[in-house]
Nanobody, 126 residues
Framework: QVQLVESGGGLVQAGGSLRLSCAAS????????MGWFRQAPGKEREFVAA??????????YYADSVKGRFTISRDSAKKTVYLQMNSLKPEDTAVYYC?????????????????WGQGTQVTVSS
């Protein structure tokens, strides 16, 4: 059974930092790219960042709203992807979801991802 399990969410003051983790498990789990999305109350789920898993030297990709503040990274041995979030703003408050796609390219649309985690809440207070 394929699973993506997020952790690391919480409450932080504006300007603070959090690191989210996403651990992948499951036999024959094909995931070529992994990404982070977020969904704020009353809003659609939006792309945050993506990173290739099955090829090295690939570029990471970020939404403009988080560029320069968030960093996505991977630990292949641990089958884990991270999202380091710095200089957090109240508008970053959302449920953050980890996702995986079998596509062999960076994907930014929600419908391009095949597997999803259950989400972790991030709340940034002003």
């Amino acid at each position: 059974q394929v699973q993506l399990v997020e952790s690391g969410g919480g409450l932080v003051q504006a300007g603070g930092s959090l690191r989210l983790s996403c651990a992948a498990s499951g036999r024959n789990f094909v995931r070529n790219v992994m990404g982070w999305f977020r969904q704020a109350p009353g809003k659609e789920r939006e792309f945050v960042a993506a990173i290739p898993i099955t090829w090295s030297g690939g570029s990471t990709y970020y939404a403009d709203s988080v560029k320069g503040r968030f960093t996505i990274s991977r630990d292949s041995a641990k089958k884990t992807v991270y999202l380091q979030m710095n200089s957090l703003k109240p508008e970053d408050t959302a449920v953050y979801y980890c996702a995986a796609t079998i596509l062999n390219r960076i994907a930014v649309r929600r419908d391009e991802y095949n597997y999803w985690g259950q989400g972790t809440q991030v709340t940034v207070s002003s």
